[in-house]
């Protein structure tokens, strides 16, 4: 099996399961934050939204420093509902599959760089990056948001498993 198929197959399943986590957000709930030093729904709907964007900028270049010109991130756009959310998923996930599959073994061990104010972060083949900086960075996020839905009394949609609102 070629290592894009691999991803491909971890990447949809992960996907239908942001999906279906964005879902439930409401817009209304945008602004809700469990502590001040975490992010909103908005902007947690909005980081998810737009992050399988940086499979494209690991397929197509090789390298992406975080802060070009010293300037800090500015991080997602602002979403103002939840149907923005999804089709700015939807087009970033379709997007960020189409690169995927497309891809090589060849092109997919080839090393990508991760720098942030011109250090390196980190050098791992493109597989790697795509597994743990979009796959697994898109898991740790839905859970996040899984958490806020729980807080704001919000069904949350089974995953792996039966949640408590959602039996299989």
Do not use: C
């Not at 997602?76 to 970033?92: A, C, G």
């Not at 189409?98 to 083949?125: C, N, Q, R, V």
């Amino acid at each position: 099996m070629a290592i894009a198929q691999g991803l491909l197959l971890q990447f949809d399943h992960e996907m239908a399961g942001v999906r279906k986590t964005l879902e439930r957000a409401p817009e209304e709930k945008f602004d809700y934050r469990p502590h001040p030093k975490s992010g909103t729904m908005g902007w947690l709907a909005a980081h998810l939204a737009t992050l399988p964007s940086l499979a494209l900028r690991v397929i197509e270049k090789d390298s992406f420093e975080i802060a070009p010109d010293g300037k800090p991130p500015s991080g997602p756009p602002k979403l103002k509902t939840r149907q923005e959310v999804l089709e700015t998923f939807d087009k970033n996930r379709d997007a960020a599959r189409a690169a995927m599959a497309g891809a090589s073994d060849e092109h997919l061990m080839k090393h990508w760089k991760l720098s942030y104010l011109g250090k390196e972060i980190f050098t791992l083949p493109r597989a790697a990056v795509l597994r743990t900086m979009v796959i697994s960075h898109m898991i740790h996020h839905r859970a996040q948001l899984g958490v806020y839905l729980r807080m704001n009394d919000l069904p949350v949609p089974s995953l792996y498993g039966p949640s408590a609102d959602e039996p299989m």
